[in-house]
């Protein structure tokens, strides 16, 4: 199982991105983005399983929406309204027949 992530990038305040997650090896059925800013832990942004349903940790709600194209077994983050302190690392991770696998990561760096 391989995961790709894309997207991130340097962008200002109020700004908005879009991350792509390719996954070879796996359906996406079960899938979620995480981050990790320095210094800090990883932790979930957001996740998708099986029918859709989407969650959401609550410092994104409302600016963030997860979703997936099942056919090209791509995962999405669209990012809206950026702040500083959604800059991080950001891995996409599917969980697949038992197991989690993550991808390499992407930066998103927002400037105020």
């Known amino acids: 199982v391989q995961l790709q992530a894309s997207g991130g990038g340097l962008v200002q305040a109020g700004g908005s991105l879009r991350l792509s997650c390719a996954v070879s090896g796996a359906s996406v059925t079960v899938v979620g983005w995480y981050r990790q800013a320095p210094g800090k832990e990883r932790e979930w942004v957001a996740r998708?399983?099986?029918?859709?349903?989407?969650e959401y940790t609550d410092s994104v709600k409302g600016r963030f929406t997860i979703s997936r194209d099942i056919r090209q077994r791509t995962v999405y983050l669209q990012m809206d309204s950026l702040n500083p302190e959604d800059t991080a690392l950001y891995y996409c991770s599917v969980h697949y027949r038992g197991g989690d696998y993550w991808g390499q990561g992407t930066q998103v760096t927002v400037s105020s």
């Open positions: 998708m399983v099986g029918g859709g349903i989407t």
